[in-house]
């Protein structure tokens, strides 16, 4: 303590603050468990004070991340209904709205026919003409008729002969494709669902010169051409024969190349064979796709479409027919007609009974044609390439036998040879020649008493004819024969 004397005066004094000392320190010692208690309770109120602060801070980070989603699924609600919107007013946007009054609703499910009009908006057509300069001064360019049958997944395509001679009222007599001509989609739909015997459900039309747009939305399609399309005059296509990846425009001008065709018959029914050919293409490059690139597809061919439906109830059908077979389960054929040179002007008139049985088959879910050899088109048009392993579904399920022969009255070449082959497919020993004059109406002949085969020819070849004992007119060493008139081929 020696250090410290210099600031006593006394050693008395240095007594008394020595024993403040001393009691402060007692003091200090009797109350360091209280002080103790203190500390930790500070310490705690300092971490829970601390946990509220960071906790506090969490909430608010999360409160604003909420917010933040919320405003991100605001805005893609807002721009996807917009965008549907859009797409919708594309495909409504232009046709008239007396539509709806032709056409018939159906129940959910449940097969439906729907009209496909391509429409060639080529103005050059309207200019001096007597149908003004509006849309519908437009003749459509392909017709077609096509069943949905969305619980059995299969698509039927049945083309209408534009230059088919209907009756149009007041206009008289006329092609049928200047029924949209003389009063758009509403009478269109009118005409033809009475001229097809069908209640038409939904409409959609196509320009077809968009067409090549709608192939490329899909990355162009596939297609096999049983022989070369060359049309230098027309087209320019000069395609070789075989399989072929056609990009839109190349598409496009296939759909339209019907003079490519001259040396075979009538262009027009050649080239409606390439259009349904190029139509189940691009539906199977779109039932292949996800939702995503579908809703893509659908907007890229909102553009070139105007119909009826709307964005939401095309994509909804496009997935009920996801997984459907689409070699098998699109089906497609043509009206029957024969050609008539009438007023200085080429009709088609159509073939009245076997376009009956053509739309009665098509009505039962089964293909237009009872067999290829009534698919005139058949080795020549284009052709949708089917995957391995896939089955014909034009081919009769039945095998049959006994010899037929089949003998070409008509005035079309090479269709005895089609006939015989398919008669050949179907199990039967048939041969076939050219008659030595032509005839009106195609006859089944059975030699014998028994009829039956003559009955199965007929139901092979999709025939509504009333067999016929021979008279002797005809060979007594087949069982059938076969006479093919102008009236059916």
Request: net charge negative; charged share 25%; proline share 3%.
């Amino acid at each position: 303590m020696a250090r410290h004397s210099k600031h006593f005066r006394t050693d008395d004094e240095l007594d008394e603050v020595e024993d403040d000392l001393d009691e402060l320190e007692d003091e200090f010692e009797d109350d360091a468990p209280a002080l103790d208690e203190l500390s930790r309770g500070s310490r705690r109120a300092a971490a829970h004070y601390s946990q509220k602060r960071k906790s506090a801070g969490k909430h608010h980070v999360l409160r604003n991340v909420l917010i933040g989603v919320a405003a991100v699924v605001l805005v893609a609600v807002v721009a996807v209904a917009a965008y549907v919107h859009h797409i919708n007013s594309q495909l409504n946007g232009d046709l008239d709205p007396s539509l709806s009054s032709v056409l018939t609703s159906t129940d959910a499910g449940e097969p439906f026919y729907m009209l496909l009009l391509g429409i060639d908006k080529d103005e050059a057509r309207t200019e001096g003409t007597e149908y003004g300069e509006d849309s519908s001064a437009y003749r459509s360019d392909s017709i077609m008729v096509a069943r949905v049958d969305p619980q059995n997944k299969k698509v039927t395509l049945v083309s209408i002969h534009r230059d088919t001679l209907v009756e149009l009222g007041e206009h008289g007599e006329q092609k049928i494709n200047a029924a949209y001509s003389f009063g758009g989609p509403t009478y269109a739909t009118e005409v033809i669902s009475d001229f097809a015997g069908v209640k038409l459900s939904h409409y959609a039309q196509i320009d077809m010169d968009g067409m090549a747009k709608v192939v490329d939305s899909v990355g162009g399609v596939d297609v096999n051409l049983p022989i070369p399309v060359v049309d230098p005059e027309y087209t320019g296509l000069n395609l070789p024969e075989g399989q072929q990846h056609l990009d839109g425009k190349t598409a496009a001008l296939l759909c339209r190349a019907r003079h490519a065709y001259d040396s075979y018959g009538d262009g027009d029914m050649y080239r409606a064979a390439n259009q349904r050919a190029v139509f189940s293409a691009v539906a199977k490059k779109v039932l292949s796709s996800d939702a995503p690139t579908m809703m893509n597809s659908v907007s890229a061919m909102a553009e070139m479409i105007d119909t009826d439906m709307d964005v939401n109830s095309i994509v909804s059908l496009a997935m009920q027919f996801r997984g459907m077979n689409v070699d098998t389960d699109i089906m497609s054929g043509m009206e029957p007609t024969t050609s008539e040179y009438k007023n200085n002007i080429w009709y088609e008139i159509c073939n009245e009974d076997e376009w009956h049985a053509m739309m009665k088959r098509v009505d039962e879910g089964k293909p237009p044609y009872a067999s290829t050899a009534q698919d005139a088109t058949a080795n020549v048009s284009a052709q949708e390439i089917k995957d391995p392993g896939s089955e014909d579904s034009s081919k009769p399920e039945k095998k049959y036998e006994g010899k037929v022969q089949v003998i070409n009255a008509s005035s079309t070449n090479g269709v005895a040879t089609k006939v015989a082959n398919s008669l050949t497919d179907s199990g039967f020993t048939a041969s076939a020649e050219t008659g030595q004059s032509t005839s009106n109406t195609t006859r089944i002949i059975y030699n014998g008493d028994d009829a039956t085969k003559a009955k199965q020819v007929a139901e092979v070849l999709g025939l509504e004819v009333e067999p016929t004992k021979n008279d002797g007119n005809y060979l007594t060493d087949q069982d059938v024969i076969v006479v093919l008139g102008t009236d059916k081929f």
